[in-house]
């Protein structure tokens, strides 16, 4: 009982009301009590008080003349009184002079001797002694006894306050219903309300207003508090939810730096590798060379090894620079219309010799009619070269190769399918990202940069192309897919094929070569004079300029990095003497980003060569004989 009353706001409410009641009725019935019993005692002794006085009055003269009968007759009277049950006179002396008895108290006593003036109670009789008092004598005293009804009374007023008190407290009890509805059950409500927002966590919930009062204003702070309360919650929500992406975001941040700089270490590693072994052959087939004694064959053979090897750090350098070009965002094509078969048929010759190094079978399949795109055609060769290289250098000697192009659905579909080594479930979806090898072993026989299907990828997406991996698994083989967006008619004008070489001509040259490193000027001055052709060499730009004049070149290969004066600022100097004005300039740089291209053209430069130079270009560039813009 005590338990519910504790949890019920209600119930404590109706206990306050109706315990206050009961205490103010009980107090009130008390202090109404008290003062009506002194009140009946008061009046009823004031009243035998003058009845005494009265009898005392008519019974003086009886006591004079000693007339017992007209004291009894006075006596007699108070049968008027049926509440007195007695009464009698007294002479001075204290002698018994007459009486009188009521109904049914006939066998009451009278005290031997009169008291003093004065009133005594016992139980339910009160009793009053009046002395009769004449010229200041005493002739005698008047003895009342009457009954005292107080227990009567007291039962009629308990009566009457259970009574009162019983319609108070259902009075009470109906005020405190209508109280637990005015004001315990919009706050029960409440109650309710936060219960349910405290398990459910739902801050929507709102308690209905039912009054404008006090307790309305109530339930409208409550229903504020649950909005901002809910508010501030999801904010909360919200930020934790952020701040738990952006740990996810840190963390995936943090282990692709661990995996990215673990890359990095293995790719530098692997770079040392290439670069080496390509440098061993060349240095043995230069020490081949040396040997005066060494027949014709073997110095043929030395130099077709350092000729491929020469090549294979070329292309590792290309790839290096293509890399920076991916993560700085400045890798770029330059479209225009041409043929898909020229392109596939110049990447299969670039890496035809490897191929057939690794004794690989190479089946092809292309269509019979030309197929038009909007291609760079020197980055898809390359791209095609990659994917090509990928596969012979990942396949065991005398494996199968499969390069297979058709049309589909408006694009052009490339295939290339080997029966290699394959690529692990694990590194399939990794492979087209930087620096990432389908074999870290040391056991591998081909190693590369794992720079090549990064570059493919980019170069292919800048067509507007796609490029998927698939493989089985290890020693499953893998297949490379490449569509591109193919062109819906023919170019106007035949294009040249991708590395084609010009035809030949025996025409003489002046040659200016200006380049601070003297074995690359003096090998290129050697190449350039094997041709038949006049060169000037100088190390450094302001030579250049002071030597163009007299020497009339008309072309000029410049290195960009001169002393004294940089290839650039060279170039605008030679535009602007007369002897040099229609100069064919050539930059021949290690600097071969596109910014430097642009500088290139900027500064007055026909053509952009990067070192190292293949004598191939060279000569396609002298057998031109013409600017460029």
């Given at each position: 009982?005590?338990?519910?009353?504790?949890?019920?706001?209600s119930?404590?409410?109706?206990?306050?009301?109706?315990?206050?009641?009961?205490?103010?009725?009980?107090?009130?019935?008390?202090?109404m009590?008290?003062?009506?019993?002194?009140?009946?005692?008061?009046?009823?002794?004031?009243?035998?008080?003058?009845?005494?006085?009265?009898?005392?009055?008519?019974?003086?003269?009886?006591?004079?003349?000693d007339?017992?009968?007209?004291?009894?007759?006075?006596?007699?009277?108070?049968?008027a009184?049926?509440?007195?049950?007695?009464?009698?006179?007294?002479?001075?002396?204290?002698?018994?002079?007459?009486?009188y008895r009521g109904?049914?108290?006939?066998?009451?006593?009278?005290?031997?001797?009169?008291?003093?003036?004065?009133?005594?109670?016992?139980?339910?009789?009160?009793?009053?002694?009046?002395?009769?008092?004449?010229?200041?004598?005493?002739?005698?005293?008047?003895y009342?006894?009457?009954?005292?009804?107080?227990?009567?009374?007291?039962?009629?007023?308990?009566a009457?306050?259970?009574?009162?008190?019983?319609?108070?407290?259902?009075?009470?009890?109906?005020?405190?219903?209508?109280?637990?509805?005015a004001?315990?059950?919009p706050?029960?409500?409440?109650?309710?309300?936060?219960?349910?927002?405290?398990?459910?966590?739902?801050?929507?919930?709102?308690?209905?207003?039912?009054?404008?009062?006090?307790?309305?204003?109530?339930?409208?702070?409550?229903?504020?508090?649950?909005?901002?309360?809910?508010?501030?919650?999801?904010?909360?929500?919200e930020?934790?939810?952020?701040?738990?992406?952006?740990?996810?975001?840190?963390?995936?941040?943090?282990?692709?730096?661990?995996?990215?700089?673990?890359?990095?270490?293995?790719?530098l590693?692997?770079?040392?590798?290439?670069?080496?072994?390509?440098?061993?052959?060349?240095?043995?087939?230069l020490?081949?060379?040396?040997?005066?004694?060494?027949?014709?064959?073997t110095?043929?053979?030395?130099?077709?090894i350092?000729?491929?090897?020469?090549n294979?750090?070329?292309?590792?350098?290309?790839?290096?620079?293509?890399?920076?070009?991916?993560?700085?965002?400045?890798?770029?094509?330059?479209?225009?219309?041409?043929?898909?078969?020229?392109?596939?048929?110049n990447?299969?010759?670039?890496?035809?010799?490897?191929?057939e190094?690794?004794?690989?079978?190479?089946?092809?399949?292309?269509?019979?009619?030309?197929?038009?795109?909007?291609?760079d055609?020197?980055?898809?060769?390359?791209?095609?070269?990659?994917?090509?290289?990928?596969?012979?250098?990942?396949t065991?000697?005398?494996?199968?190769?499969?390069?297979?192009?058709?049309?589909?659905?408006?694009?052009?579909?490339i295939?290339?399918?080997?029966d290699?080594?394959?690529?692990?479930?694990?590194?399939?979806?990794?492979?087209?990202?930087?620096?990432?090898?389908a074999?870290?072993?040391?056991?591998?026989?081909?190693?590369?940069?794992?720079?090549?299907?990064?570059?493919?990828?980019?170069?292919i997406?800048?067509?507007?192309?796609?490029?998927?991996?698939?493989?089985?698994?290890?020693?499953?083989?893998?297949?490379?897919?490449?569509?591109?967006?193919?062109?819906?008619?023919?170019p106007?004008?035949?294009?040249?094929?991708?590395?084609?070489?010009?035809?030949?001509?025996?025409?003489?040259?002046?040659?200016?070569l200006?380049?601070?490193?003297v074995?690359?000027?003096t090998?290129?001055?050697?190449?350039l004079?094997?041709m038949?052709?006049?060169?000037?060499?100088?190390?450094?730009?302001?030579?250049?300029?002071?030597?163009?004049?007299?020497?009339?070149?008309?072309?000029?290969?410049?290195?960009?990095?001169l002393p004294?004066?940089?290839?650039?600022?060279?170039?605008?100097?030679?535009?602007?003497?007369?002897?040099?004005?229609?100069?064919?300039?050539?930059?021949?740089?290690?600097?071969?980003?596109e910014k430097?291209?642009?500088?290139?053209?900027?500064?007055?430069?026909?053509?952009?060569?990067?070192?190292?130079?293949?004598?191939?270009?060279?000569?396609?560039?002298?057998?031109?004989?013409?600017?460029v813009?």
């Open positions: 009982m005590m338990l519910s009353i504790r949890r019920s706001i119930r404590k409410l109706m206990v306050v009301v109706l315990t206050t009641t009961f205490m103010a009725l009980m107090v009130s019935a008390i202090a009590l008290a003062y009506d019993i002194r009140t009946y005692q008061a009046s009823w002794v004031a009243d035998l008080r003058t009845q005494a006085d009265l009898v005392a009055r008519g019974s003086a003269p009886a006591l004079n003349f007339d017992r009968k007209a004291a009894r007759e006075n006596l007699e009277l108070l049968k009184r049926p509440a007195i049950m007695a009464a009698a006179l007294y002479r001075g002396d204290g002698e018994l002079f007459a009486a109904v049914g108290s006939e066998s009451l006593d009278f005290p031997e001797k009169p008291h003093d003036s004065g009133f005594h109670i016992e139980r339910d009789t009160i009793s009053v002694f009046h002395r009769i008092v004449e010229n200041r004598e005493v002739v005698g005293t008047v009342i006894r009457a009954r005292y009804e107080l227990l009567e009374r007291l039962k009629s007023y308990i009457i306050l259970f009574t009162v008190m019983a319609v108070s407290l259902i009075t009470a009890a109906m005020i405190s219903t209508w109280m637990q509805a004001f315990t059950k706050i029960l409500a409440v109650t309710k309300v936060a219960r349910e927002v405290m398990q459910r966590r739902d801050f929507s919930l709102r308690v209905e207003k039912a009054t404008e009062d006090e307790i309305g204003v109530l339930v409208d702070a409550f229903n504020d508090m649950l909005n901002e309360v809910g508010r501030r919650a999801t904010e909360l929500e930020s934790n939810r952020i701040l738990e992406h952006e740990m996810m975001e840190r963390r995936g941040a943090e282990q692709a730096l661990l995996i990215a700089d673990r890359r990095k270490d293995e790719f590693a692997t770079l040392a590798h290439e670069l080496r072994n390509p440098l061993a052959p060349l240095v043995n087939g020490a081949i060379l040396r040997l005066g004694g060494a027949n014709p064959a110095s043929q053979k030395a130099r077709e350092m000729e491929r090897q020469l294979q750090m070329v292309r590792l350098v290309d790839d290096l620079l293509d890399v920076s070009r991916i993560t700085t965002g400045k890798l770029a094509i330059k479209r225009s219309r041409v043929a898909l078969q020229p392109i596939v048929q990447a299969i010759e670039s890496i035809g010799p490897f191929i190094q690794r004794k690989h079978r190479l089946s092809i399949h292309m269509p019979e009619r030309p197929v038009f795109l909007d291609a055609a020197m980055r898809l060769s390359q791209v095609f070269s990659n994917l090509l290289n990928n596969s012979a250098k990942y065991n000697p005398g494996g199968n190769i499969g390069f297979s192009t058709y049309v589909e659905q408006g694009q052009i579909v295939k290339v399918v080997d290699g080594i394959g690529i692990p479930s694990q590194i399939l979806p990794d492979i087209f990202k930087m620096f990432t090898q074999d870290y072993s040391l056991e591998r026989v081909n190693a590369g940069l794992g720079v090549g299907l990064t570059l493919a990828k980019r170069l997406e800048l067509h507007g192309g796609t490029i998927e991996a698939h493989s089985e698994g290890v020693d499953r083989g893998s297949t490379f897919i490449v569509r591109l967006p193919a062109a819906s008619d023919e106007q004008n035949d294009g040249e094929k991708p590395g084609g070489d010009a035809a030949g001509t025996n025409e003489r040259y002046r040659i200016l200006a380049d601070d490193n074995d690359f000027a090998s290129l001055a050697t190449l004079r094997a038949d052709h006049e060169v000037l060499i100088t190390h450094n730009g302001l030579d250049a300029l002071a030597a163009a004049p007299g020497f009339d070149p008309e072309f000029a290969f410049l290195d960009i990095g004294g004066l940089n290839g650039y600022a060279l170039a605008r100097r030679l535009r602007d003497l007369p002897a040099t004005h229609d100069c064919v300039l050539v930059a021949v740089t290690g600097w071969g980003q430097d291209r642009q500088l290139a053209q900027q500064a007055g430069f026909d053509h952009h060569m990067v070192k190292p130079v293949e004598p191939g270009k060279i000569q396609a560039i002298l057998q031109k004989a013409w600017r813009a």
